[in-house]
């Protein structure tokens, strides 16, 4: 186990990057619950990998997302609706992570849905450099479905009731006020935290971890590099 500040962090993430050799691109999983910071961490780590040249591409699961009225034909707060429903694997595979893997042509789109219309999407193809790296975040990425599509594998473990109160607080401050808390309460309580312990107990996604960071602490991370 190491602690050290985000630039510490980004540091040791970037040497875990820059050491596993591919033919194609490295495909990175960012994966934790919601509300661990798993974006954030991406976006640092893009920075920091840009600023030594890479080539990265930045895609998230949520433009992976199926539409509204299948996410949601179990219930709005349904955890297996969440864990089984919401997201369109067949297609980040199609698109995204077999172009970019062992074979692939490289010819990519990074987006298939749009959360806010609630419509798809279909953005330009785009081919990746053979040397790109591929940052993608979200949740149950290391499930048996999507396991042996990433070259480096990166948990964010926050406590689920930290997740909690950092949803509570995103959520005032996207409201700009305390309106609309009782939802994600109860979101997190029925839906989100139950969808989690379901994929912990089925996929045990930390055992699956080359990476693990413990970002209870934003300042002042600890992290855990494994052997798989």
């Not at 591919?22 to 934790?32: Q, S």
């Not at 199926?66 to 429903?85: I, K, T």
């Not at 053979?130 to 290391?142: E, H, I, R, S, Y």
């Not at 950092?166 to 700009?176: D, E, K, Q, V």
């Given at each position: 186990?190491?602690?050290?500040?985000?630039?510490?962090?980004?540091?040791?993430?970037?040497?875990?990057?820059?050491?596993?050799?591919?033919?194609?691109?490295?495909?990175?999983?960012?994966?934790?619950?919601?509300?661990?910071?798993?974006?954030?961490?991406?976006?640092?780590?893009?920075?920091?990998?840009?600023?030594?040249?890479?080539?990265?591409i930045r895609?998230?699961?949520?433009?992976?997302?199926?539409?509204?009225?299948?996410?949601?034909?179990?219930?709005?707060?349904?955890?297996?609706?969440?864990?089984?429903?919401?997201?369109?694997?067949?297609?980040?595979?199609?698109?995204?992570?077999?172009?970019?893997?062992?074979?692939?042509?490289?010819?990519?789109?990074?987006?298939?849905?749009?959360?806010?219309?609630?419509?798809?999407?279909?953005?330009?193809?785009?081919?990746?450099?053979?040397?790109?790296?591929?940052?993608?975040?979200?949740?149950?990425?290391?499930?048996?479905?999507?396991?042996?599509?990433?070259?480096?594998?990166?948990?964010?473990?926050?406590?689920?009731?930290?997740?909690?109160?950092?949803?509570?607080?995103?959520?005032?401050?996207?409201?700009?006020?305390?309106?609309?808390?009782?939802?994600?309460?109860?979101?997190?309580?029925?839906?989100?935290?139950?969808?989690?312990?379901?994929?912990?107990?089925?996929?045990?996604?930390?055992?699956?971890?080359d990476i693990?960071?413990?970002?209870?602490?934003?300042?002042?991370?600890?992290?855990?590099?494994?052997?798989?």
């Open positions: 186990m190491n602690q050290g500040s985000r630039g510490d962090l980004m540091g040791r993430l970037a040497e875990a990057t820059e050491s596993v050799t591919t033919t194609h691109p490295l495909r990175v999983a960012i994966d934790g619950p919601p509300a661990a910071g798993k974006t954030t961490l991406a976006d640092e780590l893009a920075a920091v990998l840009r600023a030594q040249g890479h080539d990265i895609a998230t699961i949520d433009d992976f997302l199926f539409p509204r009225a299948h996410r949601y034909r179990r219930g709005q707060y349904s955890a297996e609706g969440c864990y089984f429903d919401a997201h369109d694997h067949d297609a980040l595979c199609r698109v995204l992570l077999d172009p970019l893997g062992p074979g692939g042509d490289r010819r990519f789109q990074q987006a298939v849905y749009d959360r806010d219309t609630d419509t798809p999407l279909s953005p330009p193809v785009t081919t990746a450099p053979a040397d790109a790296v591929l940052l993608f975040d979200g949740v149950f990425l290391l499930r048996p479905e999507l396991i042996d599509r990433w070259d480096l594998r990166i948990f964010v473990s926050v406590p689920f009731e930290r997740t909690v109160d950092r949803a509570r607080i995103r959520g005032t401050a996207l409201a700009g006020s305390a309106a609309g808390t009782t939802d994600i309460e109860r979101s997190w309580r029925n839906r989100y935290i139950p969808s989690q312990q379901l994929y912990f107990a089925t996929a045990r996604p930390t055992d699956h971890a693990i960071v413990y970002n209870d602490e934003l300042h002042r991370p600890s992290w855990e590099v494994r052997s798989n």
